[in-house]
Structures are given as structure tokens and as C-alpha cells.
């Protein structure tokens, strides 16, 4: 038989970083599932390019009690229960991974950039996140900053770990604006607090700012400090 194949006010420094960087028609469905219809769909689902159709809210519960609490086949259930989209689906499960789970549940767009606010249900601390989306569908996570080499290098940063060793990033960031770039593009701002400990005080902030042409695509960062007021 044929089968059909389918900054920083203990320094007086706020920092911005940045780093440098067919029409065919649906083929016919498969009586019998394969290999090749679950590459497809997984490739299908990679491709995904976020929208406000990502958006989900609902009930949870049902995950938060019994063998099957917190685990990404219960978000995806208790999601398809509660009426998400399947664009939602999809995206809760490119952002579940390691054990960690994930959804968006909310959308806006700034300066034609797309933000995705992201929830993390059964974290103990941090449980919302951002991130943007760039005309070509590139996803931007606003929440990953650390002190690498390069930030480490900016004399600002070497003043404040000067003054405060164990300094480190503690998401989530927050929005501070946005300013226009030369040539039609745009900057958005997040800062994100820097932390000796989690129940610590602030000793100082990284404002972020994430870069984007005229036509919206991301187009990397630079760390430059912002004048001294």
C-alpha cells in the first residue's frame, strides 16, 4: 500500500550594554504518523514567529498537585484545556526546557519592536521575564545579563565590583524607555539590578540597551556609561 508523506547609585553610574554582534498548497495529511510528519512539525514549531496569538492566561492549578504537578505535558493539557491558541502551545514549550516551565502572558509592541511578557509558574523567585521580538521573528531575552569579560572591562563596572565584589545581575529587568537611533532605528532600555544576594539591596543598576535598524531587525549593543548628572 502507498503512504502519503506529510546604574549604578552607589558608583553615581547607570550603564548602557549592548554586545557586537512557497506558496505551495498543504501537502496531504498522513494516515499514519512517522518520523518524517514529527520532524516536520517539530521543524514547523521552531519556526513560530511570536504575535499577540502567543498570549495565554489561565487556570493552573491542576499542575500545582499530583504525580503529574509541574511537569511540561500538564502545562500543555492545562493549557489546551483552558483555550490557548495552538501558536500559544507551541511557544510555551520553546520556552519550557530543563525542567523549567514557561508561558506569555502578555504582548505589546514599542517602536515597532514586539514585547512578550513571559511567566515562570513554579519558580521560588523571579517568576516574569521579557523578551523582544525583532522583525525577523528573533527572540530577544532581556533577563540573561552578566558580567562577562566585556562588561567587566567598562571602567564603570570595575568601579562598582571595586566597591562591591560579589555584585552580580539579578532579573528581572525592567523597561526605562526608549531613545531613536540615527538612520530610522531605535533603542530600547531595561535595567536590571545588581545585587551582593537575592534579598539584598541594590548597590547599583546595568541599564541595557538592545539596538534595532530602521526595518526593526536586532542589530547588537555597546557598553557605553551614561553622562554623570
Not at 70 to 90: E, H, N
Not at 99 to 120: C, F
Request: glycine residues 10%.
Amino acid at each position: 500500500m502507498r503512504r502519503s508523506r506529510c546604574l549604578l547609585p552607589a558608583v553615581g553610574l547607570l550603564l548602557i550594554t549592548t554586545a557586537c554582534q512557497g506558496g505551495s498548497s498543504e501537502p496531504p495529511r498522513a494516515t499514519t504518523p512517522g518520523p518524517a510528519t514529527g520532524t516536520a512539525r517539530m521543524a514547523a514549531d521552531s519556526a513560530l514567529r511570536w504575535s499577540p496569538a502567543v498570549v495565554w492566561s489561565g487556570d493552573l492549578n491542576s499542575c500545582r498537585q499530583g504525580e503529574a504537578a509541574a511537569t511540561r505535558d500538564c502545562l500543555t493539557k492545562a493549557m489546551q484545556a483552558g483555550g490557548a491558541s495552538a501558536d500559544a502551545v507551541t511557544a510555551a514549550g520553546q520556552l519550557s526546557s530543563a525542567g523549567e516551565l514557561a508561558y506569555v502572558t502578555a504582548w505589546h509592541e514599542q517602536d515597532g519592536i514586539g514585547v512578550a511578557t513571559v511567566a515562570y509558574p513554579f519558580r521560588a523567585n523571579t517568576n516574569e521575564g521579557t523578551r523582544l521580538i525583532d522583525a525577523g521573528g528573533k527572540r530577544i531575552d532581556v533577563d540573561t545579563v552578566q558580567l562577562d569579560d566585556t562588561l567587566r572591562a567598562d571602567p564603570g563596572v570595575q568601579a562598582l565590583l571595586n566597591a562591591h565584589p560579589q555584585a552580580t545581575p539579578f532579573a528581572p529587568a525592567r523597561a526605562a524607555g526608549g531613545t531613536p537611533l540615527e538612520g530610522g532605528g531605535v533603542r530600547l532600555v531595561y535595567r536590571t539590578p545588581l545585587r551582593e544576594c537575592h534579598a539584598c539591596a541594590d548597590v547599583g543598576q546595568l541599564q541595557i540597551g538592545y539596538d534595532f535598524d530602521a526595518t526593526r531587525h536586532f542589530v547588537g549593543q555597546h557598553v557605553v556609561p551614561t553622562p554623570a548628572p
